[in-house]
């Protein structure tokens, strides 16, 4: 069974870092998924962040790509995400979530995804406060 | 962006009700439609991608319809269990983008 689970700081002070990282089981994050994070604040909508593909490829959201880094560590089977210079405005629940593949993609070299999240983990609740 | 626009914002039937939920994409976006439902408390759960096709183990009184700009969720007899905010995603382009929800009650 695939499970994805979220772990991060709880709590994160204006203009630090944010970290958090996504474990998976039962599959390989080296398999044929993109992974990716997408948050939600309290009481709004989804707002997808950043997606990775094992080759390297990434893809982020333009209006948050100059403070998001999205990684994966093959060893741990996990992938992480940080965002820097946070505000109030980054309070959300955190999700990890997989999306599949589609066709090869000669021009980046790899696979182009699909753009719907058919697998989530629970979250993890950060806030932003001083 | 393309902003998707859900519709009701909220809504409350009787176990056994058919209810349909509606997003409207502010462009085209052919049948780049996915939907999600998601019970108080926990993650979200792929319900449709591409307007019509329901993901597997979803039961079927689910049903996605719609391309271009408009689509609907419907839910041919609703179930205590289908208490839940229900979301459109578009997956066409970059950013991919979410409605803001809607939230079904059952009465």
């Known amino acids: 069974q695939v499970q994805l689970e979220e772990s991060g700081p709880g709590l994160v002070k204006p203009s630090e870092t944010l970290s958090l990282t996504c474990v998976v089981s039962g599959y390989s994050v080296s398999s044929n998924y993109y992974w990716g994070w997408i948050r939600q604040p309290p009481g709004k909508g989804l707002e997808w962040i950043a997606s990775?593909?094992?080759?390297?490829?990434?893809y982020y959201n333009p209006s948050l790509k100059s403070r998001v880094t999205i990684s994966m560590d093959k060893s741990k089977n996990q992938v992480s995400l940080k965002l820097s210079s946070v505000t109030a405005a980054d309070m959300a629940m955190y999700y990890c979530a997989r999306h599949p593949t589609a066709d090869y993609n000669f021009l980046t070299d790899s696979y182009s995804p699909r753009w719907y999240f058919d697998l989530w983990g629970r979250g993890t609740l950060v806030t932003v406060s001083s | 962006d393309i902003q998707m626009t859900q519709s009701p914002s909220s809504l409350s039937a009787s176990v056994g009700d058919r209810v349909t939920i509606t997003c409207r994409a502010s462009?085209?976006?052919?049948?780049?439609l996915s939907w999600y439902q998601q019970e108080p408390g926990k993650a979200p759960k792929l319900l449709i991608y591409?307007?019509?096709t329901l993901q597997t183990g979803v039961p079927s009184r689910f049903s996605g319809s719609g391309s271009g700009t408009d689509f609907s969720l419907t839910i041919s007899s609703l179930q205590p269990e289908d208490l839940a905010t229900y979301f459109c995603?578009?997956?066409?382009?970059?950013?991919?983008?979410f409605g803001q929800g809607t939230k079904v009650e059952i009465k």
């Open positions: 990775l593909y094992h080759s390297g490829t990434t």
């Open positions: 591409t307007a019509t």
């Open positions: 462009q085209n976006i052919n049948r780049y």
């Open positions: 995603q578009q997956t066409y382009s970059s950013p991919r983008t």
